[in-house]
Structure formats: C-alpha cells, structure tokens
C-alpha cells in the first residue's frame, strides 16, 4: 500500500517503495499537485512522476535507476554523419529554450505501438511553470525554420534529469541528445538521469545504477551552481567536443550552423 499525500504532505523516503515482487517496482505514493514547488522538490529528492490521464498522479524512485554519465555517451556511425552533414548546412540550426511548450507538445503526440501519452496538459502546465523559473530546458533542432527535434529536462545545480525526445525526421531527437550532453559536460554535469531502464536509453551508454548510488551522486549534483546560460554551443566548441571524443574526418563547417 502506498500513501495518499495531501498538497502540504511531504514525500516518504524513496526506501518505501515498491518492489518488483510487490507489482509496481518504484511506485512510491500518490497525489498531492504538480506545482514548481512539488516537482522541484521531488527532483532533489530522486522522485519523478508518471501517470496516465484519468490517473491521481502517481510518484515513482526506481531502483536501479537508468541514467547516463556524460563521459560515456556513444554516438553511433551513422549519427556522426548526421552531425557532420548537419554542422555545415546552414539550414539546421540548434538551439536551447526558444519553443520549449513546443518541444513538450511534440513530445506528448502519439507514437507507433502506444495507446497514449502521459505527457498530459497538467504535466505540461507544471513544467512549463518550471522552464519559466529556468529549471526546466529544452535541447531543440529547427530545419528550415521548422522544429523537427528535441528533447527536454529539469536541470537542478549539476544534475540533469531527460523526461522525453521527439523526432520529426531521421535522428534528429539523437541530435538534440547530441547537443545537450556536449552541453553538460562543458558544464561539467556528469550524469543524465533516464528514470526506467529501455534497451533504446542502452544504445546511447545509458546504463543502470543502484538507486543508493543515484542518490549519492544527486546529493552532491544539486547544491552545486545551476547553469544560467543556456545559450548554444559554439560551432568550434560542438566540433572539438566531435573530433575528440568520437574522431571525425576534419572538414570544413559553416559557422551560421549554430548561432552564438
């Protein structure tokens, strides 16, 4: 049984939920509201919610919990070739926060092989409340003029927590993943969190870890400096980050590709 909580209750210890045997491996509790105030609170505490509509909203802390370190990120062949195609088109642009409710709503639209989305207009209203305080972020890829990828997240001092992605067109969800964790590792955020584990999370080196040793590593993350500047990379920096961790051929790039 997992407790009901009340808008001024505060959350169990994430120790209290459930398990496997017990049928909903990391359902924690149920109720209270969506409110900046709640969700933050939840984020630092390794709590996250997910339900779907008609649902009370339903508290989860998965153990173990998927999350994917920066340092080990993989991009795949074809995707390296996305990316340097991408870099020197003009007609890609990467950005962060200029359509965030934009990137939800995609994110939220039905999808092959599932009933529904929980990405709700109560979830929707909450984490945009979020992105306007500057705790909520939106990794985007515009062709064109039009957004065809992204991807979005709570980042809490030196901590990122990835909620969805979305893709209009070939790889372009893995190219906003691509932009965000260049991102975070130049801001020194080390770790990813990806809530449940997906063979899908795997293919990026998201791999699972004890919810003790996630919380260890929140702990610390979340009272360091949240980052401010939420401005996109450079395209030298975007290309350096390429070359050295995934070594490409060395090819000239338009800079217009990524604006300052």
Same mark, same amino acid.
């Given at each position: 049984m997992i407790p009901w909580l009340e808008i001024d209750s505060p959350f169990p210890d994430v120790a209290q939920a459930l398990t496997e045997e017990q049928g909903a491996a990391g359902l924690?509790?149920?109720? $209270?509201?969506? /409110?900046?105030?709640? %969700?933050?609170?939840?984020?630092?505490? *390794?709590?996250?919610?997910?339900?779907?509509?008609?649902?009370?909203?339903?508290?989860?802390?998965?153990?173990?919990?998927?999350?994917?370190?920066?340092?080990?990120?993989?991009?795949?062949?074809?995707?390296?070739?996305?990316?340097?195609?991408?870099?020197?088109?003009?007609?890609?642009?990467?950005?962060?926060?200029t359509a965030f409710?934009?990137?939800?709503?995609?994110?939220?639209e039905p999808r092959k092989n599932q009933d529904g989305t929980w990405i709700s207009a109560e979830i929707i209203a909450g984490y945009t409340a979020l992105h306007r305080m500057g705790? $909520?972020?939106? /990794?985007?890829?515009? %062709?064109?003029?039009?957004?065809?990828? *992204?991807?979005?997240?709570?980042?809490?001092g030196k901590m990122f927590y990835g909620e969805s992605m979305f893709a209009k067109v070939t790889d372009a969800s893995k190219m906003a993943l691509s932009q965000l964790?260049?991102?975070?590792?130049?801001?020194d955020v080390k770790m990813i969190d990806c809530q449940q584990e997906t063979s899908h999370l795997a293919t990026f080196g998201a791999k699972p870890i004890s919810r003790s040793e996630f919380m260890q590593h929140v702990i610390l993350a979340i009272t360091q400096e949240t980052i401010q500047?939420?401005?996109?990379?450079?395209?030298?920096?975007?290309?350096?980050?390429?070359?050295t961790e995934h070594p490409l051929a060395s090819r000239k790039m338009n800079s217009d590709a990524i604006p300052n």
């Open positions: 924690l509790a149920a109720g $209270a509201d969506l /409110s900046p105030e709640r %969700l933050l609170n939840a984020y630092q505490n *390794g709590i996250f919610p997910w339900f779907s509509e008609g649902q009370p909203i339903l508290w989860w802390s998965t153990d173990p919990r998927m999350v994917l370190k920066t340092s080990d990120f993989k991009l795949s062949e074809s995707l390296k070739k996305r990316l340097n195609k991408s870099l020197k088109d003009p007609r890609w642009t990467f950005r962060f926060d409710e934009q990137v939800m709503r995609h994110c939220a705790f $909520a972020h939106s /990794s985007e890829i515009w %062709l064109d003029g039009e957004l065809v990828g *992204g991807a979005y997240g709570i980042c809490i964790v260049v991102f975070l590792r130049k801001h500047d939420w401005q996109p990379l450079d395209l030298l920096s975007f290309k350096d980050y390429l070359q």
